[in-house]
């Protein structure tokens, strides 16, 4: 069965400072990847996905994110946070051939002054 | 990035009514729409799958019969809550895909706070 990992269920960082939110997953074949970020009573917004090609991606906001097939993760880093980036971030997953969403549990950010 | 609309944002209504919620793609042609609930502090649930012009797909444990869904359009998609009980309260989003298949990316929209009292 498909399913996605976010081990954490918080991150806290610093402004300024570099940032990395984990997910691993596990599906067979081939997997879609995506990420998104969701701020208070707000719906989900899209970050960055991966199809397939060069394995760092790079979304919205400065965000970007790594694939990695051996070690089957697929983490969103920012090379420095701001306070505005809190919120809470969502992984997620497709199986080939299916269009339905795996959802990580989400892991909230919080960046601090 | 394609923008997806949801109506009303929040709804409060007590126990035994009905309440329908809209979801609609205002800028691209959703062949498929996806409804999920989101309890606090939680993941997101999907409930079903609609596509524009056949029944939808309703995940296991989701009650059909309970949260009807119709895609009458490539641009609007509709949950209804019949009967709602107040253990249906709950955020409800929706999203949106468009022909790309799989590869497609799902645009959510902006939920619909449900409270029954």
């Known amino acids: 069965a498909q399913s996605v990992a976010q081990p954490e269920d918080q991150v806290n960082v610093a402004e300024g400072n570099p940032l990395t939110v984990k997910c691993t997953y596990s599906?067979?074949?081939?997997?879609?990847l995506f990420w998104y970020v969701q701020y208070p009573n707000r719906g989900l917004q899209f970050l960055l996905k991966?199809?397939?090609?060069?394995?760092l991606v790079k979304g919205s906001y400065g965000f970007e994110a790594e694939f990695n097939k051996s070690q089957t993760s697929f983490h969103l880093k920012k090379p420095s946070a701001l306070v505005s980036d809190s919120a809470l971030y969502f992984c997620?997953?497709?199986?080939?051939?299916?269009?339905?969403?795996?959802f990580g549990t989400g892991t909230r950010l919080q960046v601090f002054p | 990035g394609a923008v997806v609309s949801q109506h009303p944002s929040r709804v409060i209504c007590k126990s035994g009514t009905s309440v329908k919620i809209e979801c609609r793609s205002l800028?691209?042609?959703?062949?498929?729409m996806f409804w999920y609930r989101q309890f606090p502090k939680q993941s997101l649930m999907l409930m079903a799958t609609?596509?524009?012009?056949?029944?939808?797909?309703?995940e296991q444990g989701v009650e059909k019969d309970k949260f009807l869904i119709n895609h009458a359009s490539l641009t609007l998609s509709t949950l209804t809550v019949t009967s709602a009980h107040p253990e249906d309260s709950s955020f409800y989003i929706c999203?949106?895909?468009?022909?790309?298949?799989?590869?497609?990316?799902?645009?959510f929209g902006p939920g619909t706070r449900l409270l029954v009292l």
């Open positions: 999203s949106a895909g468009g022909a790309g298949g799989v590869q497609e990316t799902q645009y």
């Open positions: 599906v067979s074949g081939n997997p879609y």
């Open positions: 991966y199809i397939t090609g060069d394995n």
């Open positions: 997620a997953v497709k199986a080939p051939g299916t269009d339905k969403l795996i």
């Open positions: 800028d691209f042609q959703a062949t498929t």
């Open positions: 609609s596509n524009e012009g056949s029944k939808a797909t309703y």
